[in-house]
T-cell receptor
Framework: DQQVKQNSPSLSVQEGRISILNCDYT??????FLWYKKYPAEGPTFLIS?????DKNEDGRFTVFLNKSAKHLSLHIVPSQPGDSAVYFC????????????FGKGTLLTVNP | GAVVSQHPSWVICKSGTSVKIECRSL??????MFWYRQFPKQSLMLMAT?????????EQGVEKDKFLINHASLTLSTLTVTSAHPEDSSFYIC???????????FGQGTRLTVV
């Protein structure tokens, strides 16, 4: 039972355009969401997060939007750069004290020059 | 940002031997540590969670006698894969968080190949 779903295994965009990465979840107990970026043979790097009490968080070129009623979040990258090419994982934390994260399968973003 | 150092980055071992992977937080104290494994084109699968001073809590289906986790201090955790078999070949990643922060920081990962 996959509680965090990233339905697009890959996404290709042109440099300078917007990249939109989507994530859906099923567990209404999730109270915190995070996006990680991962290069091959490396560990994930934390990008940006959002609490379930907010609907938007922005950090430079990265913005995360949360739609709780739809159980959907998205990561917007604008403008996209070739260095953004990586696998992006959506992760969610269950309310409570154990801080375990549930990850989606990831979306491979390719930004073409 | 917080730095987590994991090593070795890759290791090849013979079937039946044991392999130890180390994970250190370099600039913060890690109150909680997590170990994941990742198969090709799959998500990160949580293996176990440990808090300093407590035994690790293993996820369902993860053999605790095979994957020994030691949360030695607030800056060090080790994962030992005992009696490794080819099916244990995978990418293992540690992650750590400190109190007051939800985001966890990841090590570089270890590619284990058992031959």
């Amino acid at each position: 039972d996959q509680q965090v779903k990233q339905n697009s295994p890959s996404l290709s965009v042109q440099e300078g355009r917007i990249s939109i990465l989507n994530c859906d979840y099923t567990n209404s107990m999730f109270d915190y969401f995070l996006w990680y970026k991962k290069y091959p043979a490396e560990g994930p790097t934390f990008l940006i997060s959002i609490s379930s009490i907010k609907d938007k968080n922005e950090d430079g070129r990265f913005t995360v939007f949360l739609n709780k009623s739809a159980k959907h979040l998205s990561l917007h990258i604008v403008p996209s750069q070739p260095g953004d090419s990586a696998v992006y994982f959506c992760a969610a934390k269950n309310g409570g004290s154990n801080y375990k994260l549930t990850f989606g399968k990831g979306t491979l973003l390719t930004v073409n020059p | 940002g917080a730095v987590v150092s994991q090593h070795p980055s890759w290791v090849i071992c013979k079937s039946g031997t044991s392999v130890k992977i180390e994970c250190r937080s370099l600039d913060f104290q890690a109150t909680t540590m997590f170990w994941y494994r990742q198969f090709p084109k799959q998500s990160l699968m949580l293996m176990a969670t440990s808090n300093e001073g407590s035994k690790a809590t293993y996820e369902q289906g993860v053999e605790k006698d095979k994957f020994l986790i030691n949360h030695a201090s607030l800056t060090l955790s080790t994962l030992t894969v005992t009696s490794a078999h080819p099916e244990d070949s995978s990418f293992y990643i540690c992650s750590m968080r400190n109190s007051g922060h939800f985001e966890a920081f990841f090590g570089q990962g270890t590619r284990l190949t058992v031959v």
